[in-house]
């Protein structure tokens, strides 16, 4: 591994240590990047019931909540691609951490639906100057085995990070009120903007490029690789399943026979550390089988626990649930590893437009569940959502096949 610039006296300190004690150090900073990234996206999604309630709105509005970030998250990746391939990675990472602090107070404040809605979408600004600028600076910094590993060491991350978003608000709404879950979370943002800007090198290899000229005949150039796009659409599905599940089975869970309170919905929320410890075997099962048979077997994995959701038996739900999240983390290690692999020039770009495929996926699955759901409860959401798991599939048998 490339040896971290001089800049600062963490960096200075790391000067003196042994190579492999400088390697766990920039697996733990990418590990924290990933973590914080994924903190705030998904924590409504324990207190949906509750705020549903609170606020005197449908599970279609609350479930927005939710999709307005991730909408965020989708309009600004390609822009923030070309932002730091003209300014740096690690400003707009820093930047990006301390923007996550305000929002997230603000929405424990917030007394109706609207300011909610803006506060979260003000969140979702601030992760594609993680999320996006983070792949792009990996794929400078590191090569080889070292990249797989720093990149599934990102997702485990990121795995992480969305477990304890949802079990922070859960169990603090269970406590005192779904608000307070949020003033947790703006401290513990702060906390980490603090760590990653004293903590996170230079790039060593970062090249600025102001052209937008250049930039804007780079997108034409990846808007007409087809696989690059195939990549994107596969993208939109795997989070469209993602988000529409995790999003309303916690009103279905809230309901009868389960009638699990804010803290039982947040404990479901473990199957996703299932996922960080499953994560970092994406990649030996991509290298030994391939990028479409990998896929395809998260895919239906993801397919067969939808189905087990449906199953009035706790225990099943939760087989089922941890049957998705493994199987969307296999099609996200795949998906990244994809166009890692495949993109040589533009990659921060590559990356944006595959994230915002990816996010905008996840924000409909957020509109399209939810009024499934509102017409005929869970069932009609879970064949909303295998239907974007059988067009995943087939876009990925059409394009990724001998590639």
């Given at each position: 591994m490339r040896a971290f610039a001089k800049t600062g006296l963490e960096v200075n300190w790391t000067r003196y240590q042994p190579k492999a004690t400088q390697a766990q150090a920039s697996r733990s900073i990418v590990w924290i990047l990933g973590f914080f990234s994924f903190l705030n996206v998904y924590a409504m999604q324990a207190?949906?019931?509750?705020?549903?309630?609170?606020?005197?709105?449908?599970?279609?509005?609350?479930?927005l909540t939710v999709g307005v970030s991730v909408l965020a998250i989708a309009l600004v990746s390609p822009f923030m691609g070309m932002l730091s391939d003209a300014w740096g990675r690690r400003q707009l990472m820093v930047i990006s951490m301390f923007a996550l602090t305000v929002p997230t107070?603000?929405?424990a404040m917030s007394q109706s639906l609207w300011v909610v809605l803006l506060m979260?979408?003000?969140?979702?600004?601030?992760?594609?100057?993680?999320?996006?600028?983070?792949?792009?600076?990996?794929?400078?910094?590191?090569?080889?085995?070292?990249?797989?590993?720093m990149t599934t060491t990102y997702v485990g991350g990121t795995v992480m990070g969305g477990f304890s978003g949802r079990f922070i608000t859960g169990h603090f709404a269970d406590w005192l009120s779904w608000r307070s879950g949020f003033w947790v979370l703006a401290l513990i943002n702060l906390l980490g903007a603090i760590w990653v800007w004293r903590s996170l090198p230079e790039s060593r290899h970062f090249v600025a490029n102001r052209n937008i000229a250049g930039a804007m005949a780079m997108l034409a150039q990846h808007l007409r690789n087809k696989r690059l796009l195939a990549i994107c659409a596969v993208g939109f599905c795997v989070l469209f399943t993602m988000v529409g599940t995790f999003t309303y089975i916690n009103f279905h869970l809230a309901q009868a026979p389960f009638r699990l309170s804010s803290a039982g919905l947040a404990n479901i929320f473990m199957v996703y550390l299932v996922g960080a410890f499953a994560t970092p075997f994406a990649g030996p099962l991509i290298a030994r089988h391939g990028y479409l048979p990998s896929m395809l077997g998260g895919l239906c994995a993801g397919a067969l626990g939808l189905a087990l959701t449906l199953i009035p038996h706790l225990l099943v739900v939760l087989v089922g649930l941890v049957l998705c999240s493994c199987g969307v983390f296999v099609c996200q290690s795949a998906t990244i590893s994809r166009i890692a692999d495949r993109v040589t020039q533009g990659r921060s770009l590559a990356t944006g437009l595959y994230y915002m495929s990816y996010y905008a996926g996840g924000a409909a699955g957020t509109v399209v569940t939810g009024l499934a759901y509102e017409w005929y409860a869970w069932p009609a959401s879970v064949a909303a959502i295998a239907f974007f798991q059988l067009v995943a599939g087939a876009i990925a048998w059409r394009y990724m096949r001998n590639s």
């Open positions: 207190v949906l019931p509750l705020v549903t309630q609170d606020l005197n709105i449908t599970p279609a509005q609350a479930g107070a603000l929405i979260r979408f003000l969140q979702g600004l601030a992760v594609p100057g993680i999320v996006v600028v983070l792949i792009a600076y990996l794929s400078e910094e590191f090569q080889g085995s070292t990249l797989a590993k």
